[in-house]
């Protein structure tokens, strides 16, 4: 056990997407692309968004009933919600109370969210882990959901080939038999590179002064800097975590890295030297869904066969902020 915290224990992990799915035949109709181009540079094929009024607080709900239900904990018992949101679908009240009332959970527990964009689950399990080794709750649903479809511009197309909509959950626990799930976590931040993917949320000051900038409220993102940054940073940030596990690379069993494009999952495979069955792909079904990738990567994994229960997993991701972070976790069975 790492420092003197309480272990955790991953109890039940879920995932919901959206039905819709958009090909990259599809995007041809809005803009000059083909699905050769989207498909070498980034690996997706097809990408699954919200219609109508559905939204991230119904696909993280129905993504934290399945992790609930694997969990075997009882809704009245889950203590806290952290919610990981790029963009949640309203600032306030945020998408874990949303998602609290939703769920019908009836105590007053805390509920509130968190930004670290991709890297959102990462970060909320940190969290998390933070919450519960030092005794101050027991049972956290954590909860990343987006729909980013709803903030690409639709007519740039070097963003909204990439994102697609989905939500993971994941219930965490004080584990019972003093094994801690979490092997080995780490989260990192750089502000000053900021610029590479942003968002404004806009707005107008009072009239009776100088007006600010008129912002638009779309992804922007220097797609190339974003790409050079990851291939050459998290390598080795990687690599320290693997160390901290106390796990050499080829005694974990899985990679499930964030999806962000099939060209940096496949660095990732070289550097650590991983056979194709180890490493966790779906990025050409869904595109990429922001902090959801990786729970919704861990169940998909599951349910086809790819992976086993009872194994471990070595997470990673990287999102604006610049944020990144990674885990070497245990992967029980039952938990999807
Ligand atoms: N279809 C066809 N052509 C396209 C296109 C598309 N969808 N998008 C861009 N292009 C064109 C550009 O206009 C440019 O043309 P030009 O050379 O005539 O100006 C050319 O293709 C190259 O554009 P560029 O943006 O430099 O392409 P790229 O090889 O860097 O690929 C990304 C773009 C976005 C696929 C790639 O940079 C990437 O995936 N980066 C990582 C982003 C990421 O992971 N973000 C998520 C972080 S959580």
């Known amino acids: 056990m790492q420092n003197n915290y309480k272990p955790l224990r991953i109890a039940g992990i879920g995932y919901s997407v959206p039905d819709t799915v958009i090909t990259n035949n599809d995007l041809t109709k809005l803009y000059d692309t083909s699905d050769e181009w989207i498909y070498t540079r980034t690996g997706i094929k097809e990408r699954r968004i919200v219609s109508g009024n559905e939204s991230a607080v119904d696909l993280g709900v129905e993504a934290s009933k399945n992790a609930i239900e694997k969990s075997g904990i009882k809704i009245e018992d889950i203590d806290c919600i952290v919610a990981a949101s790029s963009v949640p679908p309203q600032l306030y009240p945020s998408l874990a109370c949303h998602i609290q009332a939703y769920l019908g959970i009836p105590n007053h527990i805390p509920a509130f969210d968190m930004t670290a964009a991709c890297s959102g689950l990462i970060y909320a399990l940190q969290v998390a882990r933070g919450l519960i080794g030092s005794g101050l709750y027991k049972n956290i649903l954590i909860v990343a959901a987006d ?4 903030h690409v ?35 990192k931040s750089d502000g000053t590179i900021g610029h590479y993917i942003y968002m404004n ?11 600010c900038d008129e912002l638009d409220s779309y992804i922007h993102m220097a797609g190339r800097d974003v790409y050079k940054f990851v291939v050459t940073t998290l390598p080795d940030f990687i690599d320290d975590c693997i160390k901290q596990s106390g796990l050499s690379a080829e005694e974990i069993d899985y990679l499930v890295p964030h999806q962000a494009n099939q060209r940096i999952i496949e660095a990732m495979q070289t550097r650590l030297n ?17 902090a959801a990738s990786i729970p919704i990567a861990i169940v998909e994994g599951v ?30 069975e039952g938990i999807c």
């Open 147 to 150: 729909n980013n479809s709803r």
């Open 153 to 187: 511009d639709w007519s740039d197309r070097g963003t909204s080939i990439l994102f697609g909509d989905g939500a993971g959950a994941m219930v965490v626990t004080a584990s019972e038999d003093d094994v801690d799930d979490v092997l080995s976590l780490d989260i």
């Open 201 to 211: 949320t806009p707005g107008k000051n009072c009239p009776l002064v100088e007006p």
């Open 274 to 290: 991983y056979p194709d069955e180890k490493v966790i792909s779906n990025i050409e079904y869904y595109g990429n869904t922001s």
């Open 303 to 332: 349910e086809s066969g790819k992976i086993k229960l009872g194994s471990t997993a070595l997470l990673c991701g990287f999102g604006a902020g610049m944020t990144w972070g990674a885990a070497v976790i245990r992967l029980r």
